[in-house]
């Protein structure tokens, strides 16, 4: 059985959030600096999958061992998933302000619940549709903010 360690998962908690601030501004600086979309999101995904190989073939390699029928799948979510979901994100860092862009894709937060409720007919238990009504009057708060308060914009 695995122990948990809360502190431990809130140093990678808020590691992740300084390091996801950092990526849409990199983005956006990197594109305009005439890098295309496709080529930041080939790059990216290359040493994330580095990294990842390099960590499970350190800590469980025998979790590399995948049945044959199960490698299309996985070539379609690396793909379509990720790579759509990458390219599609480097789009929107682009073209909108960043503040805009992040906005709009924490509207997944509600996406979730709805697609798991209606395609997948799962019960959403009350606490996840509190959740999403947060996150959405926490978007509302900062567009709010976003749009009244003068800014200045990044390249």
């Known amino acids: 059985m695995s122990q948990k360690h809360p502190t431990l998962g809130v140093i990678f908690a808020l590691s ?3 390091l996801f601030g950092l990526n849409a501004s990199t983005t956006k600086v990197i594109i305009g600096a005439g890098v295309s979309a496709e080529q930041v999101v080939f790059i990216r995904s290359l040493f994330t ?3 990842a190989l390099g960590w499970v073939l350190f800590s469980a390699p025998k979790s590399l061992k995948v049945p044959a029928r ?3 799948r996985l070539l379609l ?3 379509i998933g990720v790579g759509l979901l990458q390219w599609s ?3 929107a860092v682009f073209y909108l302000p960043i503040g805009i862009a992040l906005l709009l894709e924490y509207t997944a937060v509600l996406w979730v619940p709805i697609i798991a409720l209606i395609i997948f007919k799962e019960k959403v238990k009350k606490q996840i549709w509190l959740g999403a009504a947060l996150v959405l009057g926490g978007l509302a708060a900062v567009s709010y903010t976003h749009l009244t308060l003068p800014t200045k ?3």
Do not use: K, N, T
């Open 16 to 18: 992740a959030a300084i």
């Open 49 to 51: 999958g580095a990294i």
């Open 70 to 72: 199960m490698i299309p």
């Open 77 to 79: 979510l690396g793909v």
């Open 89 to 91: 994100y480097s789009q």
């Open 153 to 155: 914009r990044i390249v």
